[in-house]
Structure formats: C-alpha cells, structure tokens
Nanobody
Framework: QVQLVESGGGLVQTGGSLRLSCAAS????????VGWYRQAPERQREWVAS???????NYADSVEGRFTISRDNAKNTLYLQMDSLKPEDTAVYYC?????????WGQGTQVTVSS
C-alpha cells in the first residue's frame, strides 16, 4: 500500500505560478509510472505529466513548456511546478503511481486560475 497526499493548490491569477507536491508514504520512484493528472468540472480526468526512473519527463501538449515535473527521492515526493497558468488549467490535480498491478491515487488538490 502507498498513500499519496497532494498539497500546494490554490487560487492564482492568470500568468501566475503554483507548485504542487505529492508526498508518498514510501518510495515510489521504482514504480512503473509516476505522474500527475487533472480533472476539470464536467470533463474526464486527463494526463498532465509523468517522470520515469532515469528522471526523464513527458508532458501533455497543453502544458509543455509551462509545467515541470520533478521528484525528490530522499523525501519520496513528487512535484509539479506550474508557470504561466491559464484559466483552462483550473482543475483538481492528482498524482498517480502504478506499481505492478496496483494503481494508487492521491485525494487531489484544487487549482483555480482566475482570468
């Protein structure tokens, strides 16, 4: 079992920045997939970014160049630095980890970008 707790969400103006954190109860960076997702009202949950064991990252086209995913292995924490935020980035953001046959989600953190 892995517990994931996100934090760092809030209300920010267009063009602002936020840094999300996802604290894990144990090491998750040997997992098969570690990443961030988001879900806006009345929309399906969508993938935002992921990072693999060698540190390389991938991003959705909608956030490429504005968001940066990173990790701190010693703290078992995943981060999402979000810059140049837009109203369409408003959503609940979740971290997700897949380890073998198990999929773990955090409870989510709300990000609201005002225009």
């Amino acid at each position: 079992q892995v517990q994931l707790v996100e934090s760092g969400g809030g209300l920010v103006q267009t063009g602002g920045s936020l840094r999300l954190s996802c604290a894990a109860s144990k090491s998750i960076f040997g997992g098969d997939h570690v990443g961030w997702y988001r879900q806006a009202p009345e929309r399906q949950r969508e993938w935002v970014a992921s990072i693999v064991s060698d540190g390389s990252a991938n991003y959705a086209d909608s956030v490429e160049g504005r968001f940066t995913i990173s990790r701190d292995n010693a703290k078992n924490t995943l981060y999402l630095q979000m810059d140049s935020l837009k109203p369409e980035d408003t959503a609940v953001y979740y971290c997700r980890v897949i380890m073998g046959q198990f999929v773990y989600w955090g409870q989510g953190t709300q990000v609201t970008v005002s225009s």
